[in-house]
């Protein structure tokens, strides 16, 4: 499949499937063409073509998951609830830590497989932003003004 709308950004992406009532080809070529760098995978060629076979067929959800094992190796899906008429799906990369302290993407709609693309979408964009730590980083310039000495009392 050609990368055929490398000009829509992630965000827009992220609008047409919440607005949208269910998955269709269209939505997903939309998709795959924003935010995959690795369908069609040379190096993994059977995985691309169990994928094309998803989508020929119209298995959404069985796609969803696919592109989100190949695109996204390091993201596995914590969780999928259905509530109050709404589909939660949230992934995860580390999905062994506790609720309270993992950093998952959660992502709700009332179709599954909107919900699962919505969440691959957000991880990817996550993804693609640069990552800030908690903690302030040191420039490791060193001006040569400046010596190190040892602080220490040991009397």
Known sequence: MQKLFDHVDLGEITDRLHDAAEADAALVTQVI??????????????????????????????????????????????????????????????????????????????DLALALFGAFVEARRTGAQPSHTSVPSVSSYADGQYEIACSDNYA
């Not at 063409?33 to 059977?46: D, T, V």
């Not at 691309?48 to 596995?76: F, Y």
């Open 33 to 110: 063409g924003a935010a995959c760098r690795r369908f069609p995978s040379i190096g993994q060629r059977a995985k691309t073509v169990h994928i094309e076979q998803l989508i020929r067929s119209g298995a959404w959800i069985d796609v969803a998951l696919a592109l989100i094992d190949l695109e996204l190796p390091q993201w596995k899906v914590r969780r999928i609830v259905y509530d109050e008429g709404e589909w939660h799906c949230a992934l995860s990369r580390q999905r062994e830590l506790p609720d309270w302290l993992d950093q998952s993407i959660e992502v709700h709609h009332a």
